[in-house]
């Protein structure tokens, strides 16, 4: 691809570091995440326009705590430190930073300068969420203090002379109304950026290059049917046409009838001109999966046994050079392969790809983009809204939508009950409002009473959340009359079952899915 004008952000540890840079790329500006532990050399390679420090849950001045280089900050590259890398910016160029009388925790007003750059446009007393025990006591030589609340005296300070700012807030949070307002004044402002990138070009972009890779040999398409590997597949489609093959497993852990609606859509009979194979391996996976019970082992062993009949299919289809996947950037970011932040889940196309692999190359056309980056370019490329924004699901399917063992039996369990809440939620006017929404089947077993006799059945867990982009995210509220039909329903319908439970809890602490 051509080269483009980027911001990174050094990640130190933050639980919002995917956000910050979805909220970069808002602002029409490139935006990757890398650890704090980069290299400085490796950063004067990329060139960035402008960096961005996270927050991070340490105390700079501890010894063994997240740190960097002096040098950073004598690129001549403009720096803006969140909350901690705020306080590690100060900390390092010799400021001071101690541990504060109170804590601030939630929205809080501040008081900013709106001559400063940063706040071009922003009311004056504005609300921001802050998040820390410590607090910059002393500002390091050439800073002056731009912003305060009523227990922070410096909530936020600038370098105009080295274009070095700071804020203890979070600006990428929707709790804080006008950071991206904030952010879009740092990149398209201070660090000069044009603002250039678009979906629209990103296709032209990724077909030439996937054109250039690809040469005269023969794909091979992991699809799913879920919007992430849909998006790639006509994306490749477009750029090498009848030398790709779409393979698409059915792992026996798809929603109720979705193996022959994704067929509908891709096969002979549908709208796309695509070799379109569909492998019936439902037996295989459950026998792969007998007695396993902790989610990574279950992701792992789906995501390999996936990879093993692409291989197979390959084989049949002769000499196939590259394995296409829809894998999108938070994806990779959690699965631990960018920024600093624990492991979360391994993703069976990312953290659960065996250490071999059959095929020439892997390509990934998504793996820069965000979820609703990827829908916008599926929009581009002409693919149906329906499709583009079906309800995500997950690569590994229902098997971590079953906590615990998956069995045949608990399969048809979970795609019953998920099949009666979706047309509940769909005859409800409530599928446009509510982000994602499904059933899951939990491992508790109860007693319960049905026809005047003892049952003793399983517990399904309705799940149903509001988003922007994924990265966090609240339960969301649905009429009690809605989940008391949807509950009748599955006790009455789903055998097997005999309580229903509603998840409340938001991300974080929780993930989106269960396991």
Known sequence: ????????????????????????????????????????????????????????????????????????????????????????????????????????????????????????????????????????????????????????????????????YGIQFHPEVLHTPEGTKMLYNFVRGICGCKGDWKMDAFVEQSVKAIREKVGDGKVLCALSGGVDSSVAAVLLSKAVGDQLTCVFVDHGLLRKNEGDEVEAVFGSSGNYDLHFIRVNAQQRFYDKLAGVTEPERKRKIIGEEFIRVFEEEAKKIGAVDFLVQGTIYPDVVESGLGGESAVIKSHHNVGGLPDYVDFKEIIEPLRDLFKDEVRKVGLELGLPEYLVFRQPFPGPGLGIRIIGEVTEEKVRIVQDADFIYREEIAKAGLDKEISQYFAALTNMRSVGVMGDERTYDYAVALRAVKTVDFMTAESAEIPYEVLNRVMNRIINEVRGVNRVLYDLTSKPPGTIELE
């Open 1 to 164: 691809m051509n080269k483009r004008e980027m911001v990174i952000v050094l990640d130190f540890g933050g639980q919002y570091n995917q956000l910050v840079a979805r909220r970069v790329r808002e602002c029409s500006v490139y935006c990757e995440i890398y650890s704090y532990k980069t290299d400085i050399a490796r950063i004067k390679e990329m060139a960035p326009k402008g960096i961005i420090l996270t927050g991070g849950p340490n105390s700079c001045y501890e010894e063994g705590a997240p740190t960097y280089s002096r040098e950073l900050f004598e690129l001549g590259i403009p720096v803006l430190g969140l909350c901690y890398g705020a306080q590690l910016m100060q900390h390092i160029l010799g400021g001071k930073v101690e541990r504060a009388e109170k804590r601030e925790y939630g929205k809080t007003e501040i008081t900013v300068n709106t001559d400063c750059a940063l706040f071009q446009g922003v009311q004056e007393h504005t609300t921001c969420w802050m998040s820390h025990f410590d607090y910059i006591s002393r500002l390091a030589d050439g800073f002056v203090s731009v912003g305060h609340s009523a227990d922070c005296p410096v909530a936020a300070c600038e370098n105009t002379d080295r274009a070095l």
